[in-house]
């Protein structure tokens, strides 16, 4: 008896401890397979768990380069690529693969620091010199957006982390610009087939791409910086927004971005969806063809008009309103003032500034309306005929059909829609498919375009838009939001932007 109670408590201890070890062992399997949760040692144990997007438009190539349709942007942009200079879901710039940066007083100098130990998915080390040859690359083959960069006189890289910028003229343009797909840094070394193939320092790499149908992108092991959230992000292309709504509700993807702005619908009765929404850049307007042929090359005509259109009403009980707008810059945009006053509804004061034109002077307004708006368009063709105004002949045309014609200006208006990021330029520019002119517009847009530092930037910005708006170059509707469809177990989604940028990092299905 003595014997046995003396060995007890060594039988006891091995006992605990086989069990303690069981139990970490079987802790750490679970979370393997289950999530990302950190090991009870501290070590980061990464989830395996996949995540399948829908979405409508598939990049032509993955050829980022060279590429101007949005589509390959939305797939690759901070996922599979890295610019110098980051944005965020409310277009705010931040650090990126420049850690910071200085711009010399008069504009004319920019100095970035490259954040230390970037490498690309290869291993291979990336810094200032990757960069210096880049911006070159894309000035020598003139890639699109290589305009946004100004006058570059010379680039530089005094040391491995530090990248020099000269300008011959300011340009308060040139951090936005490199935020997006000209501010990528590529691996001057790499020998890929840039179509089928990408290679960036971002958080994945495509594992594989099907032209048309589907991109797969997996975590990056050389990523600098935390590992994704899932091991692995498939973008999926499909060919209706129905279709994208039955891989929904069959639970072959877990996020949805259709075309559609009427969500509700697609997603019907089915309890595990909802419905995500935040701000986008996109602005819906009716634009005016302001050709010396047209009658919306009078002002009185084009202000008559927005007098004449009722656009809180118009837009009322519309799912993809951000925010109304009254001029061509947006408020997630550089410059943007408030302008929705300047024209309230008075059909009154509509019809007597008409009243100067006959209405064989007036004729037929011919007015072009996407399917997508056909509902606004009707609303919106309604208000125009109010009290025989205007004569309207409302055509609804698909999206070629629209380019095509606003191109060959074959209209008199145009429900259509601009990008933040070309709305303000389109109106500067007498070239432009609205053929809109106004010297003292342009020179305030030159004013705006030669400051040297941003408070100027965004002062001379004010003045243009408030000139453009004042003159009714347009009649600026709304700021459209970005939607998503969303599965009730994804988590980490960002819908802010996404129609450029669909950041999948943190994609996560719990």
Do not use: C
Request: overall charge negative; hydrophobic content about 40%; proline content about 5%.
């Amino acid at each position: 008896m003595a014997q046995h109670q003396g060995r007890s408590p060594w039988r006891w201890a091995i006992f605990l401890a086989v069990a303690v070890s069981l139990f970490a062992l079987l802790w750490v399997a679970w979370s393997l397979a289950d999530r990302h949760v950190p090991a009870p040692w501290g070590e980061d144990v990464r989830s395996d768990s996949t995540v399948a997007v829908g979405l409508r438009d598939a990049p032509k190539s993955l050829d980022i380069r060279t590429e101007r349709d949005r589509p390959v942007g939305q797939a690759l942009l901070d996922n599979v690529y890295e610019t110098l200079v980051g944005v965020d879901g409310r277009n705010r710039l931040h650090a990126s693969l420049a850690s910071s940066w200085k711009t010399s007083s008069d504009g004319l100098t920019y100095t970035f620091t490259m954040r230390r130990a970037i490498t690309f998915s290869n291993g291979d080390a990336l810094d200032a010199s990757d960069a210096v040859w880049s911006l070159q690359q894309a000035i020598q083959q003139h890639r699109p957006g290589v305009e946004t960069l100004g006058k570059l006189t010379n680039v530089a890289n005094p040391d491995a982390h530090t990248l020099v910028l000269t300008l011959g003229e300011p340009n308060p343009r040139l951090l936005r610009a490199l935020s997006g797909p000209i501010g990528i840094v590529f691996d001057r070394d790499a020998t890929i087939n840039y179509t089928s193939q990408a290679m960036g320092s971002g958080p994945f790499v495509v594992a594989a791409y099907t032209p048309g149908s589907s991109i797969t992108l997996r975590r990056n092991p050389k990523y600098a910086g935390p590992d994704p959230a899932s091991s692995q992000v498939t973008l999926r292309y499909f060919a209706t927004d129905d279709a994208v709504a039955a891989a929904l509700h069959k639970g072959e993807i877990q996020m949805g971005l259709p075309d559609t702005i009427d969500l509700e619908r697609l997603r019907g009765n089915d309890s595990s969806l909802s419905i995500a929404q935040d701000n986008g850049t996109r602005t819906v307007l009716i634009g005016f063809n302001a050709d010396p042929s047209s009658i919306f090359s009078d002002q009185r005509v084009r202000q008559a008009t927005r007098h004449l259109i009722d656009v809180p009403a118009a837009i009322n009980g519309r799912h993809d309103v951000a925010t109304r707008l009254g001029g061509p810059i947006g408020p997630l945009e550089p410059g943007y003032e408030d302008l929705t006053g300047l024209f309230p509804h008075d059909s009154a004061e509509a019809r007597s500034m008409l009243s100067y034109f006959s209405s064989q002077y007036l004729g037929t307004v011919v007015f072009l309306v996407p399917q997508e708006y056909r509902d606004l368009g009707e609303a919106l063709t309604q208000q125009l005929e109010q009290d025989g105004a205007f004569g309207v002949d409302m055509q609804v045309v698909d999206d070629a059909t629209m380019a095509t014609r606003l191109t060959d200006g074959n209209y008199t208006i145009a429900l259509t829609t601009l990008e933040g990021d070309e709305s303000a330029g389109t109106f500067a520019n007498a070239d432009s498919v609205f053929r809109y002119t106004n010297g003292t517009a342009q020179r305030q847009y030159r004013d705006a375009l030669a400051s040297t530092n941003d408070k100027d930037y965004q002062r001379h910005l004010r003045e243009f838009a408030r000139t453009v708006s004042q003159d009714a170059a347009a009649d600026w509707l709304y700021v459209s939001k970005d939607q998503a469809l969303v599965k009730s177990r994804l988590e980490g989604y960002q819908v802010a932007m996404s129609g450029a940028r669909l950041r999948v990092e943190n994609l996560q299905v719990k």
